[in-house]
């Protein structure tokens, strides 16, 4: 088929006259798998963009409560806290999350902050047997659960299944660790779409 005589417009939008990535992969002597030949396109404009959208203190705000509060956010690998009582401090957007993992091997994540005074519970990743607010001394258990209030003569008003540490839905993927605060979140490979397929063969789990 002659240059002139190919389709260079797809759905959503037109692309650069020539030979595609899809042409291309059909000229390749092995068969490759139907979902590199996957195209999804979504034509937005071609405008440039405002500078304030690097600049913006409102967009960054925006952008907080919209987006990063709402997506899956690579937040470990497995290698960083192989053992239970392994803990790793992720923070981004203005927020502070604590992976913990559990005796199970699972990996639990909370909102990094004290349920008394809301300070951090730890400021950096390392090891733990239990989570110990440095300020009064409230402490949980790794699981979240509340372990001890000093001086609990002085909150009898606090109900101890009230003062399980807020947790973050958490996902495993190719040894990442991810964490998101929508709780109606679909799982990541769900959420990813056939991206993760791409990664498949790549075995990122026994990588460090």
Not at 56 to 80: D, G, I, P, T
Not at 145 to 155: A, G, H, M, Q
Not at 162 to 185: A, H, K, T, Y
């Amino acid at each position: 088929m002659a240059d002139g005589d190919r389709k260079t417009t797809l759905i959503g939008g037109e692309r650069c006259p020539g030979m595609s990535y899809s042409d291309l992969l059909d000229l390749d002597t092995r068969k490759v798998p139907k979902f590199l030949k996957d195209e999804s396109i979504e034509h937005l404009g071609s405008e440039p963009l405002a500078a304030d959208r690097y600049t913006s203190h409102e967009f960054m705000r925006l952008e907080n409560e919209k987006m990063w509060r709402k997506v899956w956010q690579f937040a470990a690998r497995e290698e960083e806290m192989p053992d239970p009582g392994d803990n790793v401090v992720y923070e981004n957007a203005g927020r502070s999350y604590l992976l913990v993992r559990q005796e199970d091997g699972s990996v639990r994540a909370f909102h990094n902050v004290c349920l008394h005074r809301g300070r951090k519970l730890a400021l950096k990743s390392g090891y733990q047997t239990e989570l110990k607010c440095p300020f009064h001394g409230f402490t949980w258990n790794n699981d979240g659960s509340l372990k001890e209030i000093p001086c609990r003569w002085d909150f009898s008003h606090l109900n101890d299944e009230n003062m399980q540490l807020p947790e973050l839905r958490v996902d495993r993927w190719q040894g990442f660790i991810l964490v998101s605060e929508d709780p109606d979140i679909k799982p990541f490979k769900k959420w990813a779409g056939p991206a993760t397929k791409h990664y498949e063969r790549w075995k990122l789990d026994e990588c460090f």
